[in-house]
């Protein structure tokens, strides 16, 4: 059974930069379309990016140009890179991995998940 933990959560101002981690255990990314989503209170998981097998990244539009997702095969772990944080952005944020080479936008494509880790961004 895969197993996802994600960390690097945190309180940031506006503006500023966080970088989140997922190691994986039980499984190697590479070989699992890897995404990330992100949750606020009253809200649907919205999808933010993800990684396909390949390498190849896509971004939902509200946070393309600021975050970038990353792969480190050596150490079995993705990252998503957040820079010029807004306050929207706030919410909990999920590792998520697909047996399938394509990319899923929806929570129900994915078949693991990490606990989750909060992401708070202040004016």
């Known amino acids: 059974q895969v197993q996802l933990v994600e960390s690097g959560g945190g309180l940031v101002q506006a503006g500023g930069s966080l970088r989140l981690s997922c190691v994986a255990s039980g499984g190697t990314v590479s070989t699992y379309t890897m995404a990330w989503f992100r949750q606020a209170p009253g809200n649907e998981r919205e999808f933010v990016g993800a990684?396909?097998?390949?390498?190849?990244?896509t971004y939902a539009d509200s946070v393309k140009g600021r975050f970038t997702i990353s792969r480190d095969n050596a150490k079995n772990s993705m990252y998503l890179q957040m820079n010029s944080l807004k306050a929207e952005d706030t919410a909990v944020y999920y590792c998520?991995?697909?047996?399938?080479?394509?990319?899923?936008?929806?929570?129900?494509?994915?078949?693991?998940w990490g606990q989750g880790t909060q992401v708070t961004v202040s004016s």
């Open positions: 990684i396909k097998r390949s390498g190849l990244n």
């Open positions: 998520a991995a697909a047996r399938y080479s394509s990319i899923g936008y929806y929570a129900r494509y994915y078949d693991y």
